[in-house]
């Protein structure tokens, strides 16, 4: 949720600012008149709080003289009064819910001060979508074979690493299993993904709940606007739809000591997505599905930690790909592509051959105080003994699914296997190679 001051205070800096990102967003429009509104309500009720005192103050001195003839006319309008402020104390109420519901729909502001992986461009770079993303950095050329590797799918179906006909026969469409060395291999990625994190980085693992309430949803601003693409039971509670939604809520209306900051915790878990906005792409394979794995990076930080947090992350993200030696570039969104809740964000994009192109894999942001604010995650100061807004960042560390096909096409052979990158065979009891059994 954004600063409220910010629209009340700096309101033509914060529209302009929220302007780049090419979108229309109503909420503002409603927030100017239902603010408005708010505030001649409350002083109106200010205004009937000073009256009462002031009658107090008047049947007091009335009852002191035993004039019963004006303290009978001076109840009278407390009567009154005590029924004006009870309306419009409903009336406030009302209002302050239209407008944190308004408020959970106006997007996060962009950086427009760091460039923390070297770039040239400082701040987000403005643009109207991903055609106006900037390229940080590649590294590893795709490789140039004699051969013309299959799609992960067909490989995949090949080899006896997915069933997609009896995932759909139980699921429905963009259902799937994992099988054998598929499966293994997706455990060795899950594994491999949260050694590196926590060994080499001093992230702490977390299994969180995949079943949440509504409230932390709309705190971290996927309410309502991304409702459409959740799954939700009958009762209104809602599937993660990536791990960042329960972790980061995880210490929702919490006072943080300061000196434990920054908290750094992954997760690997399944997630689920409706794809509602996605029919007709990706409809093969597992690149776009309902039910998916990612390994997930999450930092609660003080405000002053959390630039050199979000380039740890991205390079934690990085090594993942180094390690493997996966094709891969990075990519700084534009302010159009940057999603609402972010200040900034860079993704890491894989060569998918199948695709002939790089698709995204990882997806770091940093969030400020964004979140924290919609979920009231506060810290308290040592200095000033007084609570702010922690920030929050949220990195995917990596996209396993994608992770998977990644290497299930990248790594092929001339006779039809799949070659086991190095760093994955110790979770693989060794094998060098998926092949037919």
Aim: proline fraction near 4%.
């Amino acid at each position: 949720m954004i600063d409220i001051k910010l629209l009340r205070n700096e309101w033509n800096k914060t529209i302009e600012n929220i302007k780049l990102r090419c979108k229309n967003y109503q909420a503002l429009d409603n927030f100017s008149v239902v603010d408005e509104k708010w505030r001649k309500v409350s002083t109106e009720l200010q205004a009937l709080n000073t009256q009462k005192n002031e009658l107090s103050k008047q049947i007091s001195a009335y009852v002191a003289q035993n004039n019963t003839g004006q303290v009978a006319q001076l109840k009278e309008q407390v009567l009154k009064n005590k029924q004006l402020t009870e309306n419009l104390e409903k009336e406030s109420v009302e209002l302050e819910n239209q407008l944190k519901m308004i408020m959970f729909s106006i997007p996060n502001i962009l950086d427009s001060e760091h460039n923390v992986l070297g770039e040239s461009t400082i701040g987000v770079p403005f643009g109207e979508d991903e055609n106006k993303n900037i390229e940080v950095r590649r590294m590893y050329e795709p490789r140039k074979l004699d051969f013309t590797p299959l799609p992960h799918w067909e490989i995949g179906v090949k080899l006896g690493l997915l069933d997609f006909n009896r995932g759909r026969k139980i699921g429905g469409e963009r259902m799937y299993f994992f099988t054998g060395d598929g499966a293994r291999l997706l455990r060795a990625l899950r594994n491999f993904t949260l050694d590196l994190h926590i060994n080499e980085a001093g992230y702490s693992e977390v299994l969180p709940p995949i079943l949440l309430n509504a409230e932390p949803l709309y705190g971290l601003g996927k309410l309502p606007l991304f409702e459409e693409d959740m799954y939700q039971t009958t009762d209104r509670q809602f599937l993660a739809g990536t791990e960042e939604h329960p972790i980061t809520a995880m210490y929702m209306n919490e006072t943080l000591d300061a000196s434990a900051l920054p908290i750094k915790l992954t997760s690997s878990a399944t997630s689920f997505r409706k794809e509602a906005g996605s029919a007709g792409k990706d409809t093969r394979g597992i690149l776009r599905v309902h039910q998916f794995y990612n390994t997930e990076l999450i930092n609660f930080a003080l405000p002053s930690q959390s630039w050199d947090l979000l380039e740890e992350m991205c390079l934690q993200a990085e090594k993942v790909l180094k390690i493997l030696e996966i094709p891969y570039r990075i990519i700084k969104l534009c302010s159009g592509d940057t999603g609402d809740a972010a200040a900034t964000t860079y993704d890491f994009e894989v060569w998918v051959p199948s695709n002939n192109t790089y698709r995204e894999i990882s997806s770091c942001s940093n969030v400020l105080d964004y979140q924290a604010r919609g979920l009231s995650i506060k810290y308290l100061d040592p200095a000033t003994k007084k609570t702010n807004y922690v920030h929050t960042l949220n990195g995917t560390g990596v996209s396993l699914n994608r992770l998977w096909i990644a290497i299930v096409e990248n790594f092929q052979t001339a006779d039809g296997k799949i070659e086991i990158p190095r760093a994955l065979r110790g979770y693989m009891n060794n094998q060098e190679f998926i092949e037919a059994k």
